[in-house]
C-alpha cells in the first residue's frame, strides 16, 4: 500500500508559481509511474504531468513548457513546479501512483492504483 498527500495548492495571481508537493509513505515507492492529475470545476480529469520509472518526463501539451515534475526519491515526494499561471490552470490537482515494476507508463487513459486527496490551485486574473 502506498499513501500519497499532496500539498501546496493556493491562490496566486495569473503569471504567478506554485510548486505542488506529493509526500509518498507506505510501501517502497520503486517501481511506480507517478502522475499528476487535475480537475476543473465542472470539466473530467486530465492528465498534467507524467514521470515514468527511469525518470523521463511527459507533460500534457496545455503545461508544456510551463510545468516541470521531479522527484526526490530520498524523501519518497513527488513534486510538479508550475510557473506563469493561467487561470485555466484553476482546479484540484491530484498526485496518483501506478506500479509498473520494470515495466513504463501506460497510457494517460490508463487507470493509477493509487491516489492523494488533492491540493487546490486558484489563479486569478
Known amino acids: 500500500q502506498v499513501q500519497l498527500a499532496e500539498s501546496g495548492g493556493g491562490s496566486v495571481q495569473a503569471g504567478g508559481s506554485l510548486r505542488l508537493s506529493c509526500a509518498a509513505s507506505g510501501d517502497t515507492y520503486k517501481g511506480y509511474c507517478r502522475r499528476w492529475f487535475r480537475q476543473a470545476p465542472g470539466k473530467e480529469r486530465e492528465g498534467v504531468a507524467t514521470?515514468?520509472?527511469?525518470?523521463?518526463?511527459s507533460y500534457a501539451d496545455s503545461v508544456k513548457g510551463r510545468f516541470t515534475i521531479s522527484q526526490d526519491n530520498a524523501k519518497n515526494t513527488l513534486y510538479l513546479q508550475m510557473n506563469s499561471l493561467k487561470p485555466e490552470d484553476t482546479a484540484m490537482y491530484y498526485c496518483a501512483a501506478l506500479f509498473v515494476g520494470a515495466g513504463y507508463c501506460p497510457s494517460w487513459e490508463s487507470g493509477m492504483d493509487y491516489w492523494g486527496k488533492g491540493t487546490l490551485v486558484t489563479i486569478s486574473s
Open positions: 514521470i515514468d520509472t527511469d525518470g523521463t518526463t
